[in-house]
């Protein structure tokens, strides 16, 4: 249930943002606005009221919304008005700019909330990143991360990101980096320098197995404890500040060495040895279900705190929303050159919900919204898509007004929309299907 009133939630503000965006032009520019409607009214409406010339409301089917305008093909496939003399409030009665203003509205909406609600995360919260020279001991990469097919071990240090410095570790991390095209890393190990190629279709190879916030690899740090604020995730009585030093007799001293002490001993019982105010203390604990021992760790890492005045967020939230869109765009040049198959690219409402679920259970609203802005930057570019029934469908009929100095014939259009609606219908039961197929 939580996951489903996410995703509804989230699906209500992205709706009402676009159609808002083609409503208020199209009021602005004298354009009858029959229906403003939040979600599908099929197979009927929750509820709507009628104001001067529109109808504003609630439909049943949460896979969308829609503003209706007179005198324009839409998804209503409304043609009553074909035949009839052209009225001064019609969309087919205003010229091609004010049209086409009226159809980006939408898109321009969407951008907009993106780049808003990231910049009110990053003035909010600010920044924090930790400084790759700080990673002393390199990276850690346990058997099961992505990074280890493509030849990573643990205890390397990454030098650059496709021939440029890296600053930052939060640079490395992210998986989108997989998207990009001729991705390569250059690494020291045991003294030299070597490169890791990454091929175009691992993505591909790899997203089987990804989960929300699954990173390409992990920093390694040493042993010490620490725990939440509320002062539990202990084990055995182990307090923050201790450092493990052995486990089962083995010396360790990363958490690299911990995982790998660890390895095949779930629910056992594992003999440790604790660094506490320079005296060696010995503990026996019960490893649960998961080989883990129960504790948090703590880094040491050296992080530098950004923070911003309200204007000073806008360049952040605007770099972190086209970020999006432009890891959105590689994401479709990999789909379209084969490199990642269709089904494992376009997530549809059943893995939205689980990670909008995903990022609320572990971030909070910050989370709900961190998700919320990046799936408006991604409506954004799918609905720019000159495909017929989407925006960019609209525009294109648009353009080719422009150029041949008429709208093109009713007919075409009308054919033109329906096949569009078809497609788009076929690809969501696809895409839904697909999501809960790969969820069983």
Known sequence: MLFTGLLILSLMILV????????????????????????????????????????????????GGYVKIAGMIDESMDKDYIEKPIESWEFRAKPVWQKAIVMVGGVTMNVLLGIFIFTMIKYKYGEEKTPIKGL???????????????????????????????????????????????????????GKQIRMDVPGDFIEKVSPRLKAGDLLFYPNFESYITTDSSGKGFAAGLRTGDKIVSIDSQEVKLFSDIRQSLTGKKSQTVALEIEREGKIIPYSVNLDTSGKLGVLWMDHFKKEKFTYSLFGAIVPGCKAAFSVLFDTIKGFRKMFKGDVSASKSVAGPVKIAKMLGTNFNREGWLGFWVMTAMLSMVLAFMNILPIPALDGGHLLFLLIEAVIGKEPSPKVRMIAQQAGMILLLGLMVLILFNDVFSSL
């Open 16 to 63: 009402f943002w676009h159609e808002l965006g083609h409503f208020l032009p199209a009021k602005w520019f004298g354009m009858r606005v029959e229906k403003f409607y939040l979600f599908f009214d099929w197979p009927g409406k929750i509820f709507s009221v009628t104001k001067k010339d529109t109808e504003y409301g609630i439909g049943m089917l949460p896979l």
């Open 136 to 190: 002393t001991y390199g990276i850690m990469v346990p058997d099961s991360s992505m990074a280890y097919p493509l030849g990573f071990r643990t205890g390397d240090k990454i030098l650059t990101l496709m021939g440029e410095p890296v600053t930052y570790y939060e640079d490395l991390i992210n998986p989108n980096n997989l998207l990009n095209e001729g991705l390569y890393f250059d690494v020291e190990r045991d």
